[in-house]
C-alpha cells in the first residue's frame, strides 16, 4: 500500500520553549512540584 | 444504554480505531514499526506516554479510592516529576547514542548477553502478567454494569486492539493515544463539572470541598512519619516521594512500553520535552480525577448511594433465601440516609455561618450516622461472602461507574463509556507493541533467528503482536477477582521494577560492576524483593527501593568476591 502522508518538513527542537538551556526546564518541573505540594499542604490544613 | 449512548460509544472508539489503521497505513520496515520512524513530536510523546499510564483502572478505581480514602492516593505521584528530570539528563542520551530499539539492548553492551535477557525476561513476565489485567479489570467493571458477558467484554477491547496495534506498530499506538487522551480528559471534566452540577441548589463548589474537608476526604498531603507504623502505609509524601521516584525511575526508564514512547521522538529535544510534558501534568491529572471521587462522595451525601454499588453481585444477592435480610438492611440504611441527609443541611447552614459550635455538633452527628451507614455496609458485605460464593465484597472500583450509569444524561454515558475503553485500550497498545518488540529484538532476532530480513522482523512483529494479545485476553478471561484492581497492578509492578530498576542503575551510575556480578545480584534480590511479598507486611512502594538497593548491594559484593577470585586465578 502506498504511504501518501505529507511530508514533516518542520525541523526537530534542539532547545525548550522558553528557555535557553535544559536546565531552566528541569527547574521548572521541579519547581512545578515544590509548589504543588506546597500547594496541598495548605489545601490539607485548611480543610481539616 | 440508551441509542444516544451506543452512538457516542461507538462513533468514538470506531473513529480512533480507524483514524489509527489510515494514518499509519502503508508498508514500513522495522525502524517504522518499532520506532516510528523517529518522527514523533513532544506533544505526542508527552501524550502518549500519560495515556500509556493512565489505564482503564485509572478512571474506575481512582475516584473510587477518593470516595473511599479521600485525596492521598495522590502522593504516589510525588516522585514522578523528579525521575521525568533525572530520565532526561541521563537516560535518553544514552539510549539515543546507542540507538536502540529496547531498553534491554543497552544492557548487552554495557554488561553482556545474559544480563539483557533477564531483564528482558523479567519485563515480559512482568508486562505480560499485567497486560492481562489491564483488559480484565475494566472488562469485569463494564460487564457487569452493561450486562455483557465476562468473555464478550475482554475480547471486544482485546481484540481491537491487536487490529490497529498489529497494523500500524508503534506509530498507530503513538497516533490513536493523542486521541485517547482528548476523549478521557474532555469525558472526565464534563463528568466533573456534571458532579457539581448535581448537588443540592444551597451547596455551593467551596460549600462541597469544606464538607469534603469536613468528613476527612480532603487529607492530600501527610508529612507524618513514624519509624514503627509508617512503613505499611501506602500513602504518604516519604513513601510517594522515595517509593515513587525508584517506581516512575523504574517504569519510564526500563519499562519497555513507556521506553518506545520517547524512543519514537524526532530527536532528543523532542523526548526530553515529551517527558517533562508528562512531570508538568501527571499530578494535576491525578489530582482532578481524585477530587472527582471526593465530589462524587459529596453528592452521595445528599443522595442515597446502593448499599452496595456491585449491581451485578447485589442482584445475584436477592435471588438467594437471603433477599429478605438484604431488603432489612436496605431499609435500615435508607433511614440512616435520611437522618444523614437532614444532618449534611444543618452542617452545611454552619459551615455558612461559620458557626464553630453548630459545626462540631453537625459534624459530630454525619460522623455517627456515616458510621452506622458504614455498619449496614459491612453487614451486606458479610452477607454476600455467606450467599455468593466466590463474589468479590470490595465495591469502590464500582462507585464511579454507578454514579455514571444511573446519573448522567443520554449521551454523556456514552462519553464515558468511551473515555473508559479508549483508557483500556491505549495502555493495552503499548503494552502489547512493548511485549513484542522486545520479544522479537531482544530474544528472537538476538538469540534465535539473528539473520532474518527487516521485513521478516516485521512479520515477526505482528505475529507476536496477536500471540501476546490472545495471551492477555485468556489471562483476562481467567484472572480472579483481586483486592483493588490499580494496586494489584501497581503491585505486581513493585515485585519486578526495584531489580529491573537496580540492574538500570549499576549500568549507568556503577561501572565497577560488571555483568557476572549484576546478573546474579539480580536473582537474589528478587529473591528478597518476594520474601518480602509473601513474609512482610512492608507496603508495596517499598518493594521498589529493596529490589533497587538490594541489586546494587549484592552487585558489590559479587564484584569484590569475583574480582578476588579472577585475581587469585591470574596470581596461580
Request: aromatic fraction near 14%.
Amino acid at each position: 500500500m502506498k504511504n501518501n502522508h505529507p511530508v514533516d518538513e518542520e525541523p526537530p527542537i534542539e532547545k525548550p520553549p522558553f528557555f535557553n538551556s535544559w536546565k531552566g526546564m528541569y527547574w521548572l518541573v521541579l519547581g512545578n512540584l515544590a509548589f504543588m505540594i506546597a500547594l496541598f499542604y495548605i489545601i490539607t490544613k485548611i480543610y481539616e | 444504554m440508551r441509542p444516544l449512548d451506543w452512538i457516542v460509544l461507538l462513533g468514538t472508539i470506531g473513529f480512533i480505531v480507524i483514524y489509527g489503521i489510515w494514518k499509519t497505513r502503508g508498508s514500513q520496515d522495522i525502524e517504522g514499526y518499532l520506532k516510528g520512524d523517529n518522527s514523533m513530536k513532544w506533544w505526542t510523546i508527552g501524550l502518549s506516554i500519560m495515556a500509556t499510564q493512565a489505564s482503564a483502572i485509572t478512571f474506575l478505581s481512582t475516584p473510587g479510592q477518593a470516595y473511599e480514602d479521600g485525596m492521598r492516593f495522590v502522593q504516589f505521584y510525588f516522585g514522578l516529576p523528579i525521575a521525568m528530570v533525572i530520565i532526561s539528563v541521563t537516560v535518553i542520551p544514552i539510549f539515543y547514542k546507542l540507538n536502540v530499539y529496547t531498553a534491554y539492548e543497552f544492557l548487552e553492551n554495557r554488561f553482556d548477553l545474559k544480563t539483557r535477557s533477564l531483564a528482558a525476561l523479567l519485563f515480559l513476565v512482568q508486562r505480560g502478567l499485567a497486560a492481562g489485567i489491564t483488559i480484565y479489570a475494566p472488562a469485569i467493571i463494564l460487564s457487569t454494569m452493561l450486562g455483557w458477558s465476562l468473555t464478550i467484554t475482554n475480547l471486544v477491547i482485546g481484540v481491537v486492539v491487536i487490529i490497529y496495534t498489529m497494523s500500524g506498530g508503534s506509530k498507530a499506538v503513538s497516533v490513536t493515544q493523542k486521541q485517547q487522551m482528548a476523549v478521557m480528559m474532555g469525558g472526565m471534566i464534563i463528568a466533573g463539572i456534571m458532579v457539581v452540577s448535581y448537588l443540592p441548589d444551597n451547596v455551593g463548589f467551596g460549600d462541597a470541598v469544606a464538607v469534603a474537608g469536613k468528613l476527612g476526604k480532603m487529607n492530600v498531603v501527610d508529612f507524618n512519619w513514624d519509624w514503627k507504623t509508617s512503613w505499611d502505609d501506602r500513602y504518604n509524601f516519604w513513601s510517594g516521594i522515595t517509593g515513587g521516584l525508584f517506581l516512575a525511575l523504574s517504569y519510564f526508564g526500563t519499562d519497555q512500553s513507556q521506553v518506545a514512547r520517547y524512543l519514537g521522538g524526532k530527536s532528543i529535544g523532542e523526548s526530553r520535552l515529551g517527558l517533562l510534558f508528562n512531570g508538568l501534568l501527571k499530578i494535576p491529572m491525578q489530582f482532578m480525577i481524585l477530587f472527582i471521587g471526593v465530589m462524587v462522595f459529596v453528592f452521595y451525601q445528599f443522595n442515597e448511594p446502593p448499599v452496595f454499588f456491585n449491581e451485578g453481585t447485589k442482584s445475584k444477592l436477592y435471588a438467594t433465601e437471603h433477599a429478605t435480610e438484604l431488603r432489612t438492611l436496605e431499609a435500615n440504611y435508607s433511614s440512616i440516609f435520611e437522618e444523614k441527609k437532614q444532618a449534611m443541611q444543618s452542617l452545611v447552614s454552619a459551615l455558612k455561618t461559620e458557626d464553630e459550635a453548630a459545626i462540631a455538633i453537625a459534624e459530630t452527628k454525619v460522623e455517627n450516622l456515616n458510621a452506622a451507614g458504614k455498619e449496614v455496609r459491612e453487614e451486606v458485605k458479610a452477607l454476600i461472602t455467606k450467599a455468593v460464593p466466590n463474589a468479590e465484597t470490595k465495591d469502590t472500583d464500582y462507585v464511579f461507574i454507578s454514579f455514571v450509569m444511573k446519573y448522567l444524561p443520554a449521551g454523556l454515558v456514552g462519553l464515558l463509556l468511551a473515555v473508559i475503553f479508549a483508557a483500556a485500550m491505549s495502555s493495552v497498545a503499548s503494552e502489547m507493541n512493548a511485549l513484542a518488540s522486545t520479544t522479537v529484538v531482544d530474544i528472537y532476532k538476538r538469540s534465535i533467528n539473528p539473520n532474518g530480513s527487516p521485513m521478516h522482523y516485521v512479520n515477526a512483529s505482528k505475529v507476536l503482536t496477536i500471540a501476546w494479545g490472545i495471551i492477555a485476553i485468556l489471562f483476562a478471561t481467567f484472572a480472579s477477582m483481586l483486592d483493588n484492581l490499580i494496586q494489584a497492578v501497581n503491585i505486581i509492578g513493585s515485585i519486578f521494577y526495584g531489580t529491573i530498576l537496580g540492574i538500570f542503575l549499576v549500568a549507568f551510575y556503577f561501572k565497577r560492576i560488571k555483568g557476572n556480578a549484576v546478573f546474579f545480584a539480580a536473582i537474589l534480590a528478587e529473591v528478597v524483593v518476594l520474601y518480602c511479598f509473601y513474609f512482610t507486611e512492608i507496603a508495596f512502594l517499598w518493594f521498589n527501593v529493596i529490589g533497587c538497593v538490594a541489586v546494587i548491594v549484592f552487585g558489590f559484593i559479587l564484584q569484590t568476591l569475583i574480582g578476588k577470585n579472577e585475581k587469585e586465578l591470574v596470581k596461580v
